[in-house]
């Protein structure tokens, strides 16, 4: 197993094929080789990951094997993501399609919901609330799916992103209470007022390219790139905020740890007050969270 690759003309079982797999994106640098090499197979299998180790002893078909082989092909030699190998990706127990067009929506981000629906007033009164750079849809429509009676809108620079967030938003049965709008920042919006305005937009340095994960050469470079230290959109978002809040709303951004401190500075610059930081599962600041006066 070590030196016979899939290709060759032996029989290959399920466990055969995982192990080899796995054995190969280890070589490669890749960090979560066993989940990916799951995922691939169950993915060209059309069955669950459980089931791999339920039917492990199963013969691979030459067909399923020849997709197979791509797929890892991909993942290793051109380290293209698993979700957009599989065209989709699970976010806040969500089945989301994703493509080079979007952000792979990632664990870390449910920071961003979890902080949010902390922080949105309880009972059942409708309640407005803005994603801007909604990319996928994927923290709006987990806030609409959490929220019945909250209604959002989502902006996005990206026409295509705006396309797969909305068969998103149709697949998980929230199309209904999701608006989506094509444009930079706030100006799909201009003139209108929301409860709470929410966003995970770009805020890796510049400085950082050629430092990064391969993996994020395939995602969508206006999705991740934002000024020399990665802040110019935050800033422009917390310092136009409030124009766009009712009285008592509030704002949740996702950021890189490193970029908390500039960030609650600017929220009380910007006269918000309740400041908060929340932890993402690594115990490190990923959401920044703030309110304006209610009076």
């Not at 199963?58 to 092909?73: N, Q, T, Y």
């Not at 909604?134 to 959490?146: D, H, Q, R």
């Not at 959109?233 to 890189?256: F, H, K, T």
Request: charged fraction near 25%.
């Amino acid at each position: 197993m070590t030196t016979a690759a899939p290709a060759d003309g032996k029989i290959w079982t399920v466990l055969e094929l995982l192990t080899w797999t796995k054995r190969h994106f280890v070589s490669r640098g890749i960090e979560t080789a066993q989940l990916d090499a799951e995922c691939l197979l169950a993915h060209v299998l059309d069955v669950e990951r459980l089931k791999l180790f339920l039917d492990f002893e199963e013969e691979v078909s030459k067909v399923d094997r020849a997709v197979f082989r791509d797929l890892v092909r991909k993942r290793a030699g051109e380290r293209v993501p698993v979700a957009q190998l599989t065209g989709h990706k699970e976010f806040w127990s969500l089945p989301l399609k994703v493509t080079a067009d979007v952000l792979v929506p990632r664990p870390d981000t449910e920071t961003l919901v979890a902080a949010v629906l902390e922080r949105l007033p309880g009972g059942d009164a409708p309640l407005r609330l803005l994603d801007i750079g909604t990319g996928s849809g994927a923290v709006a429509l987990a806030i609409a799916v959490e929220r019945p009676t909250a209604h959002l809108v989502g902006t996005d620079i990206s026409k295509a992103a705006l396309e797969i967030a909305r068969e998103n938003a149709d697949v998980n049965g929230v199309s209904d209470r999701i608006e989506l709008r094509h444009g930079p920042l706030f100006e799909p919006v201009a003139g209108q007022r929301f409860d709470w305005i929410v966003s995970n937009p770009p805020y890796v340095a510049e400085s950082q390219r050629g430092t990064l994960p391969p993996e994020l050469d395939h995602e969508p470079e206006q999705a991740l790139f934002s000024g020399e230290d990665g802040t110019t959109m935050l800033a422009e978002l917390i310092a136009q905020a409030p124009a766009l809040l009712r009285p008592g709303g509030g704002i949740a951004v996702e950021l890189a740890p490193e970029q908390a401190d500039s960030v609650t500075g600017w929220c009380r610059d910007a006269c918000f007050t309740d400041v908060r930081t929340h932890r993402d599962l690594g115990r490190r600041v990923r959401v920044v969270s703030a309110r304006l006066p209610a009076g």
